[in-house]
């Protein structure tokens, strides 16, 4: 079974850009979380798509958005961005069937913002 | 609001003794809780998970956890460390659903030859 794929890998951006990040979960899980990874940080959640309805946000600006499609796909969207977006981010995916079940992480998207 | 707390953030450990990484967790109901480990510029692999049941559950490469409820603690051990060991490793916990998940500050662990 493929695990949590995540493109691009790197990415480097100019302030003030926008930038769109994808993840594909793994297939048959319909929930999908978006986390961003920093030094200062550390890692923070951002939010999380099931059955393409955004079902719970971090606290993080109305510049960080995301969607999720009916192939449970999901991308995220930075618009005017700030050096301190610059991070890792990582997206997992998970069964969510009702009963517990365990995140699958993806490798990440390295966005640098110069 | 949950929150979770690794008290060390560094930790330098001789290849083959054994490790601990301590994780302390808030959260005002039965937790799920996560220990995830991260090489550098890499994503995050789950090493082991506690639902319910068991509060000693075991995980790959050769980890355990124990729960304990009274101590709001879910500390990682191994009895022998190797050097592919060293990386960061993070304690999570669920919340609002087990697909949102809080993560503590990280514990970077070094191994010594």
């Known amino acids: 079974k493929a695990g949590v794929t995540q493109t691009p890998r790197y990415l480097i951006k100019t302030r003030g850009q926008q930038v769109t990040l994808s993840c594909s979960p793994i297939?048959?899980?319909?929930?999908v979380s978006w986390y961003q990874q920093t030094p200062g940080q550390g890692l923070q959640f951002l939010f999380e798509?099931?059955?393409?309805?955004?079902?719970n946000k971090g606290n993080f600006p109305g510049r960080f958005s995301g969607r999720q499609f009916s192939n449970s796909r999901s991308e995220m969207n930075v618009s005017t961005l700030e050096l301190g977006d610059s991070a890792l981010y990582l997206c997992?995916?998970?069964?969510?069937?009702?009963?517990?079940?365990?995140?699958?992480f993806g490798q990440g998207t390295r966005l640098t913002v110069v | 609001a949950q929150s979770v707390t690794q008290p060390d953030i560094h930790i330098t450990v001789s290849e083959g003794a054994s490790l601990e990484l301590r994780c302390n967790y808030s959260?005002?109901?039965?937790?799920?809780l996560f220990w995830y480990v991260q090489s550098p510029g890499q994503g995050l692999q789950l090493l082991l998970k506690?639902?319910?049941?068991?509060?000693l559950v075991q995980g790959i490469k050769g980890f355990e956890a124990e729960f304990k409820r009274s101590q709001s603690s879910f500390n990682l051990r191994k009895p022998s460390v190797h050097w592919s060991d060293a990386a960061e490793y993070f304690c999570?916990?669920?919340?609002?659903?087990?697909?949102?998940?809080?993560f503590g500050k990280g514990t970077m662990l070094l191994v010594s030859p």
């Open positions: 959260y005002g109901a039965t937790p799920y």
């Open positions: 798509y099931f059955s393409e309805t955004q079902r």
């Open positions: 297939s048959g899980h319909r929930s």
């Open positions: 506690y639902f319910s049941g068991d509060t």
């Open positions: 997992a995916s998970n069964a969510d069937t009702g009963v517990a079940t365990e995140a699958f």
């Open positions: 999570a916990v669920g919340a609002g659903g087990y697909s949102t998940l809080t």
